[in-house]
C-alpha cells in the first residue's frame, strides 16, 4: 500500500481564494481524521470521518472550513475563503481504530495564504 | 479541560547517549497515551502505545513509560543514533475522546 496520500505538497493561494486539499486514505481504514499543525498551535485536530460519515467536526475553526468524505477512498478539505492565518500543515491520516493504535498520517500539505 | 506538556521543547545530545523525554497530562482519565516521531517535512509516524492499564512498552531502543496517577510519561532511547534527530510528540486520547498532542521535543544527536 502506498500510505496516505496527500495533494497537493504544497499551495500558496492568495487571500480570499478557495483552496481545496484532497487525501486518499489507506484500503481498509475506516476512519479518517484532519490535523492541522502551526508553530503556535502544534497539532489540532479538526475533523474525522467513520466509515465516511463525519462523526466530530468540533476542532473546525469556522464556516469558512468544511470536509466531506463521498466515499472510502477520497476526503476532501476546502477553505472557502481562505485567509492568512489559515497558512498552516495540513495532515491527513487514517485507521482501523479510532483511537490512535494504527494512524498513518499522509505527508501534509503546506498551504501559505498571501 | 486536557493539556499535554512535554519537556523539553529541544535537546542536543551526543551520539551514544541515553537519553529521556518527558511528557505530562493534567487529566489522568485517559484511554491511552502515544508517542509519535515526526521527521522534518513529513507525517507523524507511531512509535509506542501504552494503554491506560498498562505501566510500559517496549520497541527496540524505545521505552515509554506511564504514571497515570501522577499525569506523567516518559520516553526512554538508548545508545542514541543520529538516525533518532526528529521530533517526538506525546499525545493522549482521553475517554471517549480524541488525541490531544503535546508541542513535542525536538531531538538532534550529533555524531
Known amino acids: 500500500d502506498a500510505g496516505v496520500i496527500q495533494s497537493p505538497r504544497h499551495e500558496v493561494t492568495e487571500m480570499g481564494q478557495e483552496v481545496t486539499l484532497r487525501c486518499k486514505p489507506i484500503s481498509g481504514h475506516d476512519y479518517l481524521f484532519w490535523y492541522r499543525q502551526t508553530m503556535m498551535r502544534g497539532l489540532e485536530l479538526l475533523i474525522y470521518?467513520?466509515?465516511?460519515?463525519?462523526?466530530?467536526d468540533s476542532g473546525m475553526p469556522e464556516d469558512r472550513f468544511s470536509a466531506k468524505m463521498p466515499n472510502a477512498s477520497f476526503s476532501t478539505l476546502k477553505i472557502q475563503p481562505s485567509e492568512p492565518r489559515d497558512s498552516a500543515v495540513y495532515f491527513c491520516?487514517?485507521?482501523?481504530?479510532?483511537?490512535?493504535?494504527?494512524?498513518?498520517f499522509g505527508s501534509g500539505t503546506r498551504l501559505t495564504v498571501v | 479541560k486536557q493539556e499535554v506538556t512535554q519537556i523539553p521543547a529541544a535537546l542536543s545530545v551526543p551520539e551514544g547517549e541515553n537519553l529521556v523525554l518527558n511528557c505530562s497530562f493534567t487529566?489522568?482519565?485517559?484511554?491511552?497515551l502515544q508517542w509519535f516521531r515526526q521527521d522534518p517535512g513529513k507525517g507523524l509516524t507511531s512509535l509506542l502505545l501504552i494503554q491506560s492499564s498498562q505501566r510500559e512498552q517496549t520497541s527496540g531502543r524505545l521505552n515509554a513509560s506511564l504514571d497515570k496517577s501522577s499525569g506523567r510519561s516518559t520516553l526512554y532511547i538508548a545508545a542514541s543514533q543520529p538516525g533518532d534527530s526528529a521530533t517526538y510528540l506525546c499525545a493522549v486520547r482521553p475517554r471517549g475522546g480524541k488525541l490531544i498532542f503535546g508541542q513535542g521535543t525536538e531531538l538532534s544527536v550529533k555524531p
Open positions: 491520516a487514517s485507521s482501523q481504530d479510532r483511537g490512535g493504535y494504527g494512524y498513518t
Open positions: 470521518f467513520n466509515n465516511n460519515v463525519p462523526i466530530d
Open positions: 487529566d489522568s482519565a485517559i484511554y491511552n
